[in-house]
Each structure stands twice: as structure tokens, then as C-alpha cells.
């Protein structure tokens, strides 16, 4: 029977982890917010330098940031943003969740909509429940640039992004993660909304540099962070007074790579940090597709695929199904279909990138016998 990568041989596979989970049908907002203000309401759900925002803080201001954006928002129910976070903005957001809006972020968001990186700061708060209804899961939420074009995400894409890497990585409980990414990648809204869905506190950084990102880690000890290798790799270089204060606290540094990447780079966050060096890749069109898992990788592999990530060896001309043994395959076309892919380019009517319903990537990659994936060059 021919195997895909996603069909994995059981004794490889790391223990416990589902290679399937569902995703519930329901809003950013109820999922992310709403049923930990019933459960924990006074759970930190943003930390910043300067204090704390519990669960029920938060759902408070976003319910006032929807008051005030219901009255500014147009007929085409749109918003833009830049990339940039803050508990501002991460408030605006989820207001814009709530509300439905389609929110474009990052350079590429033009057109109409309400600025929400130009609002006054979001301190108000409101108990007006009403004003944050649970938007439809199929509603679009998100456009964030993309290799084709302006990729666009719904709720249900985006929850499934953060629910399956939840489902993949099963995180030590009662951990704030470290969001250093910025909101217009995919790596930042999963940063965002995968701690959200998990009911902990989001650590938002004073500053974007490497001594920035070192000195969050030991005063605020999160469980986990996702950020470039780049990044983390240069905090070794350039801050290491504060990388030595910061070892022994992470459960696991998830590394995003742009595809090839250095395996040495990778081993001295590990050191540096002493802790799992667990690199991820991904595109803003499909979210996360391979990461390392902490039971099961190799510094020189990428990982394998995640959590819902029905991944295709397949040929790179056309973007057929190879059939046959991936390790027998030199090399093939990653192809990857799953919850997390984006409903579609906006202002593309075209769907030349999906064969089958997979989204042709253009990565080239290989396996070894284990499943361990590796990009290859271009």
C-alpha cells in the first residue's frame, strides 16, 4: 500500500500524540476568551512589563473595543493593522474577532476598513456582552501576506492551527508563552491564539532585539516560545550574559526556519538556552506543516508532520501523488492539505495552487527511514 508522509509507521511515531483531532465549530472568541472567563477568569491572560491582564480584564476591554469599533466599522465590515503587538492591538484584534471583521495585517494590508493600529489605547472596559457575538467559523478573519498572494484565513483555519499544534506538541499545563513574531506571520497569530485556545498567558516582550528576548524569558519564565532560529540564534551571540540568566526555564523553543537552515545554529540555542531546540515550518497559506517534536527529532531534520497535516510526497511537475515508499522517494514535492489551509487568495479566483484540494508548496523535501523530513535546496 503506497504510504504519504502523514501515514507514518506506528514505531516512530512519538508516543501519545493524535495524529488527528477535531476542531470545534465555534468563533475565536468563545474558544480563545469566553470559556475561560467561565472557568478561570481571574487567570493572567496577558503579561507585559508593565502588569498583568486577567481573562475576565481582557474580555472586559475587548468588549469595550467593540463598542467602539461597532460605531466606526463600514459596510464592508473590514479592518486593517500592522504587524506590530502590544496589548493594544492584541485587544483590537479580538475585538475584530468578535465582531466579524475581516482583518488584513502587515504590508499588504490596504483598502478600506477601520485602522484598528490607529485607535486610541483600548483601556475602557465594558460588560456589554452583546457586543461580542461569536462570529461564524467559515467567516473570513484574517489576510496575512503569503508566497501566492494575500492568503486569507477563517476562524476554524485559525483555531486549527493552534489546536493541532497544541494537540502535537502537548505542552506542560500552567506555562505563559512568549510571543515574539510579529501578528502578520503566521508564526505570531499562532503565538497568539494557541496559548488563548489553552487557557495560559501570553508574555508580550518589551522589545523585539536579542537582549529584549532574552531577558523576557528569565523574568517572566514562559513554558515555551516560538520565534525565528534567526533570532534566538543571535541572542547567543549577542546577549549572552542574558541567555546564561535564561537557561533551564523554557520546556521547549519552537524555531521557525524559512526552510533550509543550520543544524549547528540549532544545537547552540539548545545549548545556550539548555532546552529543546524544536525547529517548525510552515507557510502563511497552510500554517504549520512539520515540527520537531520533543520526544522524537534530529538537528538536522526539519521534524515531521504535524497534527492534522495530511502531507503528500508528490511529483514536482504536476503535483501527482508519488506512489510509492516515501524513504524510496529521493526527493518530492511537499503537498499538504488539512483545517489550518487558508480558504483562498484574495483577488485570485484561480485555484492553480491546490491539486486535489493539497496546497502545492513548491518545498522540495526528503525522508529518512525513521520519517525524519528534510528541506532540501532550491
Not at 506555562?175 to 495560559?200: A, F, H, I, V
Not at 524555531?255 to 532546552?275: A, H, W
Not at 520526544?295 to 508519488?322: C, F, K, L
Request: hydrophobic share 40%.
Amino acid at each position: 500500500m503506497p504510504k504519504t508522509i502523514a501515514i507514518t509507521p506506528s514505531w516512530y511515531w512519538p508516543e501519545s500524540v493524535d495524529r488527528v483531532v477535531g476542531i470545534p465549530p465555534f468563533g475565536i472568541h468563545e474558544i480563545c476568551m469566553q470559556r475561560h472567563v467561565r472557568d478561570k477568569p481571574d487567570a493572567p491572560a496577558l503579561i507585559t512589563d508593565d502588569g498583568t491582564v486577567t481573562y475576565a480584564e481582557l474580555a472586559r476591554r475587548v468588549n469595550a473595543a467593540c463598542e467602539h469599533l461597532a460605531e466606526q466599522v463600514s459596510a464592508s465590515k473590514s479592518a486593517v493593522m500592522d504587524g506590530t503587538h502590544s496589548v493594544d492591538t492584541v485587544i483590537y484584534l479580538l475585538a475584530a474577532f468578535s465582531l466579524g471583521l475581516c482583518t488584513r495585517i502587515g504590508a499588504e494590508a490596504e483598502g478600506g476598513g477601520v485602522n484598528l493600529s490607529a485607535l486610541p489605547p483600548a483601556t475602557g472596559e465594558s460588560d456589554n456582552t452583546a457586543m461580542a457575538e461569536t462570529a461564524n467559523v467559515l467567516d473570513m478573519a484574517v489576510a496575512i501576506k503569503g508566497s501566492g498572494g494575500v492568503a486569507g484565513h477563517t476562524h476554524r483555519s485559525l483555531l486549527a492551527g493552534a489546536i493541532s499544534m497544541a494537540a502535537f506538541l502537548q505542552p506542560e499545563p500552567d506555562r505563559p508563552w512568549l510571543l515574539t513574531c510579529s501578528l502578520d506571520r503566521w508564526e505570531g497569530l499562532l503565538s497568539l491564539l494557541l496559548p488563548l485556545y489553552l487557557g495560559e498567558a501570553v508574555v508580550l516582550p518589551g522589545g523585539t532585539d536579542s537582549e529584549a528576548f532574552a531577558a523576557a524569558i528569565e523574568r517572566h519564565r514562559p513554558g515555551y516560545a516560538i520565534t525565528d532560529l534567526s533570532v534566538a540564534s543571535n541572542a547567543t551571540r549577542e546577549a549572552k550574559r542574558s541567555v546564561k540568566r535564561a537557561r533551564d526555564i523554557l520546556q521547549g523553543m519552537l524555531l521557525s526556519t524559512g526552510g533550509v537552515f543550520d543544524p549547528g545554529d540549532r544545537q547552540r540555542v539548545g545549548k545556550s538556552f539548555r532546552c529543546p531546540a524544536l525547529t517548525i515550518y510552515g507557510l502563511a497559506e497552510t500554517g504549520a506543516i512539520f515540527a520537531s517534536h520533543p520526544q522524537w527529532y534530529m538537528d538536522e531534520s526539519i521534524g515531521i508532520p504535524v497534527t492534522n497535516a495530511h502531507v503528500v510526497p508528490s511529483d514536482p511537475r504536476n503535483g501527482a501523488p508519488i506512489q510509492t515508499l516515501w524513504e524510496l522517494v529521493e526527493s518530492a514535492e511537499v503537498t499538504v492539505k488539512g483545517p489550518s489551509l487558508m480558504r483562498g487568495y484574495e483577488n485570485r479566483n484561480d485555484t492553480d495552487y491546490l491539486v486535489d484540494g493539497r496546497y502545492r508548496t513548491g518545498v522540495i523535501a526528503s525522508s529518512d527511514a525513521n520519517g525524519m523530513i528534510y528541506i532540501l535546496p532550491d
